[in-house]
């Protein structure tokens, strides 16, 4: 097996105070992410609802599990008991499911709306103008089971590292702007969520809170 205890503690070593790590665990066995959670790790990331479920049903209960993947509507129902984050929120739609699900539980969901920055061609996240729309609109105000928690977005694919600095903090900006017009009296409206295994020390530069690391910390995924 990769040495995942070692790899997560370099990981750990490159990441500051008031960083957090969200551990990427799509497509790898339960006993990867065993091996970081006895070295403390309790925050983990999926992408696919069937692996979560499986995944929860045999790992300990004080798991963070972040959704960190495309989420159809249909399927929030399955994740709404227990899940700690939405981290890819990009359309009024999803929210509003998310809000009637977590209801039905009666918890309030933390989610993060998905920022589409990035010049490649992508049907996810919210443009910076569709996202100004989503929260000038202000139906999300009513919506009490669900909490929008900050901003997510993934940096393009390249190794460009002055593209990839550029749209981090486009994001980070937009971030400082939607604070100020929407969330200044909401302390928890705080999150940052950028950087992956290529470019997570960059994200933390361009003032990322959360970086999801998968292959960095896990080996390459097996599909
Ligand atoms: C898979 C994935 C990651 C982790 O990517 P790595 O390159 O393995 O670190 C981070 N964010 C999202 C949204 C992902 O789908």
């Known amino acids: ?57 045999t790992l300990p209960g004080d798991i963070q599990w972040h959704f960190i993947g495309h989420l159809q509507t249909n ?8 899940i700690s984050m939405i981290e890819a929120v990009d359309s009024l739609k999803l929210l509003k499911e998310i809000n009637k699900q977590a209801a039905k539980h009666d918890r309030v969901i933390d989610v993060l709306l998905e920022l589409h ?21 202000g139906e999300w105000r009513g919506l009490k089971n669900v909490h929008i928690s900050g901003l997510m977005m993934m940096a393009s694919n390249t190794d460009d590292e002055a593209q990839i600095r550029k749209e981090m903090m486009t994001a980070a900006d937009f971030f400082d702007e939607v604070k100020a017009r929407y969330f200044a009296s909401d302390p928890e409206f705080k999150e940052r969520s950028w950087g992956m295994s290529h470019d997570y020390p960059l994200a933390i530069q361009c003032r990322s809170t959360m970086v999801r690391v998968g292959t960095a910390i896990f080996g390459p995924r097996v599909y």
Do not use: W
């Not at 992410?33 to 403390?40: F, K, Q, R």
């Not at 920055?117 to 609109?137: F, S």
């Open 117 to 137: 920055i990035a010049e490649e061609e992508t049907k996810y996240g919210l443009t910076p103008d569709a996202c100004r729309e989503l929260l000038e609109d």
């Open 1 to 57: 097996m990769y040495d995942v205890a070692k790899n997560l503690h370099e990981v750990l070593d490159n990441i500051p105070d008031g960083v957090r790590l969200v551990a990427i665990s799509k497509y790898h066995p339960n006993e990867y992410l065993e091996a970081a959670y006895a070295e403390g790790q309790r925050v983990f990331g999926e992408s696919h609802e069937q692996e979560l479920s499986q995944k929860v049903k």
């Open 75 to 82: 399927k929030v129902k399955y994740i709404a008991p227990y």
